[in-house]
């Protein structure tokens, strides 16, 4: 295996705490600690050794610490059987972990001003990634929302770490009422941001992505998609990505991504299969119209 690439672990619980309306896990797990780079994830095991929950679940990495070796921590909020199961655990209880996984945030060579948007539990993948930014001499501003103020997430060490930190939720309950983006081409145009970083739900991601298209500026998204394997086999969290190409493709969440530059990614096709995707139905791969050469096509009828 490679020492870069994902490793499979059976890591002992160290901490298991709440914050606000989450539960964050810290495990001790020294190899992902030292493979991790900000944007990965793990896929964690759920239900014990003999449980019938086959599948594993995916969760951003939140922070990485040197203690005891190497420690991981991860964010969730409970919301079925294997997350609830996950909650109940106690210091020193063993967790069948495999990270990290997926591709990171591309970090800029230059210092850079640098707009992190979060929304919810999705904010939490930003926060290392901001860490690693200003140890380049970025600038960093964070936009953080929710649906109310328990689900915004760790707004303290957001302030503490960004120039500025903006808050907005749906209910007006904490910062600014209404969505990210209706503060993000404020903060952006203050702080005179040269890139976007997001991850939260899709529907925030496509108007994230559609905000930096107005403003002119590169974005990268962290997508949220269910997995059911987290290493590429099982298709379950393809999303369309337009590729250097101009062809749009099935794009794998969780080894294509999560990280996927945020005007490539068609937001309104998310959860279906466009008919002019590689390899849908009806779609060929070259027109028969030479002055239309390399262009895909749908067949009549």
Same mark, same amino acid.
């Given at each position: 295996?490679?020492?870069?690439? &994902?490793?499979?672990?059976?890591?002992?619980?160290?901490?298991?705490?709440?914050?606000?309306?989450?539960?964050?896990?810290?495990?001790?797990?020294?190899?992902?600690?030292?493979?991790?780079?900000?944007?990965?994830?793990?896929?964690?095991?759920?239900?014990?050794?003999?449980?019938?929950?086959?599948?594993?679940?995916?969760?951003?990495?939140?922070?990485?610490? &040197?203690?005891?070796?190497?420690?991981?921590?991860?964010?969730? #909020?409970?919301?079925?059987?294997?997350?609830?199961?996950?909650?109940?655990?106690?210091?020193?209880?063993?967790?069948?972990?495999?990270?990290?996984?997926?591709? &990171?945030?591309?970090?800029?060579?230059?210092?850079?001003?640098?707009?992190?948007?979060?929304?919810?539990?999705? #904010?939490?993948?930003?926060?290392?990634?901001?860490?690693?930014?200003?140890?380049?001499?970025?600038?960093?501003?964070?936009?953080?929302?929710?649906?109310?103020?328990?689900?915004?997430?760790?707004?303290?060490?957001?302030?503490?770490? #960004?120039?500025?930190?903006?808050?907005?939720?749906?209910?007006?309950?904490?910062?600014?009422?209404?969505?990210?983006?209706?503060?993000?081409?404020?903060?952006?145009?203050?702080?005179?941001?040269?890139?976007?970083?997001?991850?939260?739900?899709?529907?925030?991601?496509?108007?994230?992505?559609?905000?930096?298209?107005?403003?002119?500026?590169?974005?990268?998204?962290?997508?949220?998609?269910?997995?059911?394997?987290?290493?590429?086999?099982?298709?379950?969290?393809?999303?369309?990505?337009?590729?250097?190409?101009?062809?749009?493709?099935?794009?794998? #969440?969780?080894?294509?991504?999560?990280?996927?530059?945020?005007?490539?990614?068609?937001?309104?096709?998310?959860?279906?299969?466009?008919?002019?995707?590689?390899?849908?139905?009806?779609?060929? &791969?070259?027109?028969?119209?030479?002055?239309?050469?390399?262009?895909?096509?749908?067949?009549?009828?």
């Amino acid at each position: 295996m490679s020492d870069n690439g &994902p490793v499979q672990t059976r890591s002992p619980v160290l901490t298991v705490r709440r914050v606000d309306a989450y539960h964050a896990i810290t495990v001790v797990a020294p190899q992902i600690a030292e493979r991790f780079r900000s944007g990965q994830f793990l896929s964690v095991g759920v239900g014990g050794e003999h449980s019938g929950m086959l599948l594993r679940r995916p969760f951003a990495i939140h922070d990485v610490k &040197p203690d005891y070796g190497g420690t991981v921590e991860f964010l969730f #909020a409970v919301r079925g059987p294997g997350t609830a199961w996950l909650a109940e655990r106690r210091s020193q209880d063993l967790l069948d972990v495999v990270g990290p996984l997926g591709r &990171p945030f591309p970090l800029p060579r230059d210092p850079v001003n640098c707009l992190l948007v979060g929304g919810g539990s999705g #904010a939490a993948p930003l926060f290392p990634l901001a860490h690693a930014l200003r140890r380049r001499g970025c600038r960093v501003d964070f936009v953080l929302g929710a649906s109310s103020a328990d689900r915004v997430f760790s707004a303290i060490s957001a302030r503490r770490i #960004a120039e500025t930190a903006t808050f907005t939720t749906d209910d007006g309950s904490f910062g600014v009422r209404g969505r990210v983006t209706d503060a993000l081409e404020r903060v952006a145009a203050d702080a005179r941001s040269d890139v976007v970083y997001a991850c939260g739900p899709m529907p925030m991601l496509g108007r994230v992505a559609g905000a930096a298209g107005r403003l002119d500026l590169p974005a990268q998204v962290a997508v949220e998609e269910a997995m059911g394997c987290g290493t590429g086999l099982c298709m379950s969290c393809v999303v369309p990505v337009v590729g250097e190409d101009g062809f749009t493709r099935m794009a794998r #969440a969780c080894v294509d991504g999560p990280v996927f530059r945020a005007e490539r990614v068609r937001f309104d096709d998310v959860g279906t299969i466009p008919f002019d995707a590689l390899g849908a139905p009806g779609w060929k &791969p070259w027109s028969d119209d030479p002055g239309a050469e390399g262009a895909p096509e749908r067949e009549a009828g």
